[in-house]
């Protein structure tokens, strides 16, 4: 069965602090890898799509990158507005996301 | 440029009724996938919508069902609702003819089953 295992759950940082979230896929078949952030009680925000090993991704304060068994979501000097819940999913070659569980990122001021 | 829309924004039901989510999904693109998200979760495949039929399926019972019109909308209805299908469901709509399935998403519709 397709996974997608997001660590570690919940992060906080001081603004200003870098720091990076894990996202690890099942190897075979991975089509695609998706990072979203979410707002609570709002829908998932795109944020990039990642299609092969040694791809990067680049947006304001955030970057992504993809080796062969995972992604990393890189954050530089984050300020509050980036708190919030970030998730990762992949497309395995069949119509779906598989999602993980996200990670919850909170910045102190 | 329109986003995703979905409808309505919050729901409450009883256990046992019937509830049908609405969806509008960005302009240009023709599929709707449905998911389910409980707090403190990421969100549950459900089902796809393409060319006005159900294309693929995640593991939910028959109760859910859907339905796309010609103008690409689409419709989820969740039938003898229970507890646990108290959730966020999302809507994403993508364009299939673009390669890996970029999806996204709608604000969602908060059902709650008491």
């Known amino acids: 069965e397709d996974q997608v295992t997001q660590s570690p759950e919940a992060l906080r940082l001081q603004e200003g602090e870098s720091s990076s979230l894990n996202c690890s896929y099942t190897v075979s078949g991975l089509r695609g890898l998706f990072w979203y952030r979410q707002d609570p009680g709002k829908g998932p925000e795109f944020l990039f799509t990642?299609?092969?090993a040694g791809e990067e991704k680049e947006k304001e304060r955030l970057k992504a990158t993809l080796t062969k068994k995972e992604s990393f979501l890189h954050i530089t000097a984050p300020k509050p507005e980036d708190s919030a819940t970030y998730l990762c999913a992949g497309n395995f070659g069949n119509e779906k996301l598989t999602f993980g569980t996200g990670t919850r990122l909170t910045i102190i001021p | 440029d329109a986003g995703v829309t979905q409808s309505p924004t919050h729901l409450i039901k009883t256990r046992g009724q019937q509830v049908t989510l609405r969806c509008s999904p960005k302009?240009?693109?023709?599929?709707v996938s449905w998911y389910q998200q409980a707090l403190g979760q990421g969100p549950q495949f459900i089902f796809q919508y393409y060319e006005e039929e159900e294309r693929q399926r995640g593991n939910f019972p028959d109760r859910f069902s859907g339905h796309q019109f010609p103008n690409y909308s689409s419709e989820l209805n969740v039938n003898a609702l229970l507890l646990g299908d108290s959730a966020l469901y999302l809507c994403?709509?993508?364009?299939?003819?673009?390669?890996?399935?970029?999806?996204?998403f709608g604000p969602g519709t908060r059902l709650t089953v008491t």
């Open positions: 990642l299609y092969s």
């Open positions: 302009s240009g693109h023709d599929t």
């Open positions: 994403a709509s993508s364009l299939t003819l673009e390669p890996f399935y970029e999806q996204y």
